[in-house]
């Protein structure tokens, strides 16, 4: 490429400018839809798609002793902020508790409870399943796995975007 010539970047094609404007929205159509829908899978216990997010960030095998708050809140991608609120009310439900970091005293960690693991495990584990299966109708496991390669693609470059972006705020 010449110096004078722009990258695809500085000069945008407009067909994939309105495919990328298609495809933005359709995900946040998509994450509206979630809300609204995946909310009545787990109604039934008492849970919003939020809670339902954390409970599945903390099931995993990696989390089993518990996650540091910056560390939930990262993986979520959600401010610390919004995510303490949210814990409050899942701690008052006797959904999760926080236990002193067994390497950092001064820090805490947040676990599932018992009767946390007993709704993400079985209560609401049948009408999630129910959910997902209707939700992914016409998918093949084929279908997933690239639905999620190109998603996970996608979420790196924003992540680096994000980084970009607050890297530009601290030299500013």
Known sequence: MSKNSK??????????????????????????????????????????????????????????QGMGMGDLARYLLVSRQNLTGLLSRMEAAGYVHSVPDPVDKRSRLVQLTPAGQQV??????????????????????????????????????MKAIDVQQNAGKEEG
Not at 132 to 142: M, P, R, T
């Open 7 to 64: 990258s695809p970047r500085e000069n945008p094609n407009p067909l994939r400018t309105d495919l990328a404007n298609r495809l933005y929205f359709k995900l946040y159509q998509c994450a509206n839809m979630l809300h609204k829908t995946g909310t009545k899978a787990v109604e039934a216990q008492g849970l919003t798609t939020q809670q339902w997010a954390v409970m599945g960030a903390l099931s995993r095998d990696e989390s089993a």
């Open 120 to 157: 993400w495990q079985h209560d609401a584990a049948e009408s999630i399943g129910r959910y997902y299966e209707q939700a992914l109708e016409g998918f093949s496991s084929n279908d997933m796995v690239h639905t999620l390669h190109y998603l996970l693609k996608l979420l790196d470059n």
